[in-house]
């Protein structure tokens, strides 16, 4: 089993940023698939970035393509959403999701995808 808690998230300007964490326990993240998603109020759920355990393969929906930026310290079993230029349509609650890989280039995209899913933290922009 995998536990996952995300952290970062909270009230901030239209323009400003911030860095999402992800800590991991019960096992390693270093093969696992990673992604972070976010649902805003009264829409779906939706992928924002995804990452291989690897790294090599990295994914950003077009919305957030050239702000956000998904990495991973596996010394520190935490994967992180830097976030950048924020803007008030980015306000949601954002969600880690992690799923074992055995290919380490391999990148997942749906919610499907993901066995093991964080609780969830809110991200305000304010215009």
């Known amino acids: 089993q995998v536990q996952l808690v995300e952290s970062g998230g909270e009230l901030v300007q239209a323009g400003g940023s911030l860095r999402l964490s992800c800590a991991a326990s019960?096992?390693?993240?270093?093969?696992?698939?990673v992604g972070w998603f976010r649902q805003a109020p009264g829409k779906e759920r939706d992928v924002v970035a995804t990452s291989s355990w690897s790294g090599g393969s990295i994914y950003y929906s077009d919305s957030v393509k050239g702000r956000f930026t998904i990495s991973r310290d596996n010394a520190k079993n935490t994967v992180y959403l830097q976030m950048n230029h924020l803007k008030p349509e980015d306000t949601a609650v954002y969600y880690c999701?992690?799923?074992?890989?055995?290919?380490?280039?391999?990148?997942?995209?749906?919610?499907?995808?993901?066995?093991?899913w964080g609780q969830g933290t809110q991200v305000t922009v304010s215009s």
């Open positions: 019960g096992r390693t993240l270093s093969t696992y698939a």
């Open positions: 999701a992690a799923s074992f890989s055995l290919n380490s280039g391999r990148s997942y995209y749906t919610e499907n995808q993901y066995r093991y």
